[in-house]
Nanobody, 118 residues
Framework: QVQFVESGGGLVQPGGSLRLSCAAS????????MGWYRQAPGKQRELVAS??????????DYVDSVKGRFTISRDNAKATVYLQMNSLKHEDTALYLC?????????WGQGTQVTVSS
């Protein structure tokens, strides 16, 4: 059973930066396509960044609203996926969660809260 634990969120001012981490359990992390999702109150959960498995080349993609500001990466040896978030905006405020892409577990973890406020 795969588990993901998110960390690194917090309160940051507009223009600031955060790095989120998603630590995976088990030994199959490297074959998983992964994504960072976010959900703000009253809005649908949104895939903001994705990265393919080691075997698929680790290619990345982003939703338009974060392109040029966010960078997703993975360290397969550490079974961890990261989201470096720069130039944060108020609109980035959300609960950030990681999961496979597409989601496959049928449930979500606790996530890590990112709040951008002046």
């Amino acid at each position: 059973q795969v588990q993901f634990v998110e960390s690194g969120g917090g309160l940051v001012q507009p223009g600031g930066s955060l790095r989120l981490s998603c630590a995976a359990s088990g030994s199959i992390f490297s074959i998983l396509n992964m994504g960072w999702y976010r959900q703000a109150p009253g809005k649908q959960r949104e895939l903001v960044a994705s990265i393919t498995s080691r075997g698929s080349g680790g290619s990345v993609d982003y939703v338009d609203s974060v392109k040029g500001r966010f960078t997703i990466s993975r360290d397969n040896a550490k079974a961890t996926v990261y989201l470096q978030m720069n130039s944060l905006k108020h609109e980035d405020t959300a609960l950030y969660l990681c999961d496979t892409n597409p989601p496959m577990r049928g449930y979500w973890g606790q996530g890590t809260q990112v709040t951008v406020s002046s």
